[in-house]
């Protein structure tokens, strides 16, 4: 179900996006050798930290022309010092979103283009040798918008507490996860889509090879991200390659829901490839021409074109459809399964865990959505299957015949806590530690009547609070929880371990007493039992049983 704007959200977005950061030239990381090549950045100081900032860094070839839907490739190496003191393009993506809060808004990306696989750095490192934690940023929006470059993403306020910080852009759309026979055909593995992923992987190889030339430590590797950045990092800790990749993860608002639900957060291959005919013929591409031919009249097409296909698509299928248009796929290589199975039978990667949630997700997808008892009762079978009527138990329609709530209530439960709480118990059972979070803080009460929505958090972890101010009177409490958070952020990325400092402790999640840490008005352990039925049942529907 993707989101409709609002008037309070979209002014939350608009100064997210338009608030930014001034920056000058210094010492310190005057000349950086990356192994393609020499760059040089910028600095700026944050609370007296020097912070050097390095943006635009291609991680990967351009992928256009014959890379189009093909692995990223090595970066042509260069000689003349590289001065990436500007973002580069975003990928192509949808002008104006509807994707979510947080995700991407028409204001939020400076400018699109193919050639889009490039990175940022924040470092308050003062020598190469410093071996800093670092951490990976991978951003959301439903896997067909957003942008490593979005204001709220800034990580200069993150990195002053003594963390290198990068953030990364990726293929998004029909041009990160287009699966078609042709082009898995055409693969040496004999499969397509991912392309996305792909990118995630190079980016975080990139990390591993250059980064502590930046006096990042390529041994203390936290991957964090929100929303579809969540999703891909549950997906990459049950990827093989990319196994001991990064050390640590953070999803934030992830949604494991691979099997059943009716909402899919992943495909098969078969599935993808026919939906990948369906998606070519919509272009106008001979269903029955050989795959050279086919391959050569799709990479014919200009991202515009991609772009408009995908959108006619999902507004045909909107009434049948819901959830992520685009997603990873289950390819038998970089997947060997659906990601929920794997994580079910334990085979995720040796990876500390901290995930959690926020309490009000589901109101993000809600505003301007009318859903008559009849099509709720549809949407309840849709995703519940045979246990519909259990679902509908324990998400009955309220007074007045409203709908909203409760589906804005089984979102909240049902996709996001059960896929945290789900990752964190099979994190335990597998011997790794993992830390369960919520998000309750409501900020700008005044203007912002969907509570702790999806992607609220997010200011809150970077720093960058204050970027709400423009709306109304940021409070000191505001300022507060973001500081504790990062408190938490940083320390789990140095440690494994988010504890610390003066700090109300963190209890590590134990199934036994299913413990969590609130992070709102107030910040403490609660539990047991944060929306027990529905996880339990999310659990079964998961298991099958």
């Given at each position: 179900?993707?989101?409709?704007?609002?008037?309070?959200?979209?002014?939350?977005?608009?100064?997210?996006?338009?608030?930014?950061?001034?920056?000058?030239?210094?010492?310190?990381?005057?000349?950086?050798?990356?192994?393609?090549?020499?760059?040089?950045?910028?600095?700026?100081?944050?609370?007296?930290?020097?912070?050097?900032?390095?943006?635009?860094?291609?991680?990967?070839?351009?992928?256009?022309?014959?890379?189009?839907?093909?692995?990223?490739?090595?970066?042509?190496?260069?000689?003349?010092?590289?001065?990436?003191?500007?973002?580069?393009p975003s990928c192509p993506q949808e002008a104006s979103s509807e994707a979510g809060p947080f995700s991407v808004d028409s204001t939020a990306v400076d400018g699109t283009n193919e050639d889009c696989l490039y990175l940022n750095v924040w470092t308050p490192a003062n020598a190469a040798g410093d071996k800093l934690p670092v951490m990976v940023w991978i951003h959301g929006g439903s896997f067909e918008t957003g942008s490593g470059s979005m204001a709220v993403y800034d990580g200069a306020n993150l990195a002053a507490r003594s963390v290198v910080v990068v953030t990364i852009n990726y293929r998004l759309g029909p041009l990160g996860f287009l699966a078609h026979p042709a082009l898995s055909a055409e693969s040496a593995d004999g499969v397509s889509g991912?392309?996305?992923?792909?990118?995630?992987?190079?980016?975080?190889?990139?990390?591993?090879?250059?980064?502590?030339?930046?006096?990042?430590?390529p041994a203390k590797v936290t991957a964090f991200g929100e929303s579809a950045g969540a999703i891909s990092i549950l997906d990459l800790m049950v990827s093989p390659p990319a196994d001991g990749l990064f050390q640590r993860a953070i999803p934030e608002s992830g949604i494991l829901l691979d099997k059943g639900f009716g909402v899919s957060t992943a495909r098969t291959l078969a599935d993808a490839e026919a939906e990948g005919e369906d998606f070519a013929s919509e272009l106008g591409i001979d269903a029955g021409a050989a795959n050279a031919e086919a391959l050569a009249q799709m990479r014919a097409k200009t991202p515009d074109e991609l772009l408009a296909a995908a959108k006619k698509l999902s507004d045909q299928n909107s009434l049948t459809r819901t959830g992520l248009v685009w997603t990873p796929v289950a390819d038998g290589r970089l997947l060997t399964d659906l990601p929920s199975a794997l994580w079910a039978a334990g085979k995720q990667h040796k990876v500390a865990l901290l995930i959690g949630s926020n309490a009000d997700e589901g109101n993000a997808f809600l505003p301007g959505l009318v859903v008559s008892p009849e099509q709720y009762a549809a949407t309840m079978k849709d995703i519940f299957g045979s246990y519909a009527e259990e679902g509908q138990a324990l998400f009955p329609i309220g007074a007045g015949n409203d709908t909203l709530t409760p589906l804005s209530r089984m979102l909240?439960?049902?996709?996001?806590?059960?896929?945290?709480?789900?990752?964190?118990?099979?994190?335990?059972?597998?011997?790794?530690?993992?830390?369960?979070?919520?998000?309750?803080?409501?900020?700008?009460?005044?203007?912002?009547?969907?509570?702790?929505?999806?992607?609220?958090?997010?200011?809150?972890?970077?720093?960058?609070?204050?970027?709400?101010?423009?709306?109304?009177?940021?409070?000191?409490?505001?300022?507060?929880?973001?500081?504790?958070?990062?408190?938490?952020?940083?320390?789990?990325?140095?440690?494994?371990?988010?504890?610390?400092?003066?700090?109300?402790?963190w209890p590590?999640?134990?199934?036994?007493?299913?413990?969590?840490?609130?992070?709102?008005?107030?910040?403490?352990?609660?539990?047991?039992?944060?929306?027990?039925?529905?996880?339990?049942?999310?659990?079964?529907m998961r298991a099958g049983n």
């Open positions: 179900m993707r989101c409709r704007k609002f008037v309070a959200v979209a002014l939350i977005l608009a100064v997210l996006a338009l608030a930014g950061l001034v920056v000058g030239c210094g010492g310190g990381f005057d000349k950086v050798k990356l192994i393609t090549g020499p760059v040089t950045g910028a600095i700026q100081r944050i609370d007296g930290a020097q912070i050097w900032t390095f943006k635009g860094i291609p991680y990967a070839a351009p992928p256009v022309g014959e890379l189009r839907w093909r692995p990223p490739q090595p970066v042509d190496p260069w000689t003349e010092t590289l001065a990436c003191t500007d973002f580069g991912n392309y996305g992923l792909l990118d995630q992987i190079a980016a975080l190889e990139w990390v591993r090879d250059n980064i502590a030339a930046f006096g990042g430590d909240t439960e049902i996709g996001f806590a059960s896929t945290a709480r789900f990752a964190a118990a099979q994190n335990r059972n597998a011997g790794e530690p993992a830390y369960l979070y919520q998000f309750t803080r409501v900020p700008l009460k005044s203007v912002n009547p969907l509570g702790a929505f999806h992607g609220v958090e997010i200011p809150y972890v970077f720093g960058n609070a204050g970027l709400f101010s423009m709306l109304g009177s940021i409070e000191d409490a505001d300022y507060q929880l973001s500081s504790t958070m990062m408190g938490y952020w940083t320390r789990f990325a140095a440690t494994g371990d988010p504890n610390g400092g003066d700090a109300p402790q590590a999640y134990d199934a036994a007493t299913d413990l969590h840490l609130q992070l709102g008005d107030t910040v403490g352990q609660e539990g047991p039992g944060l929306y027990q039925e529905a996880c339990d049942l999310a659990d079964r």
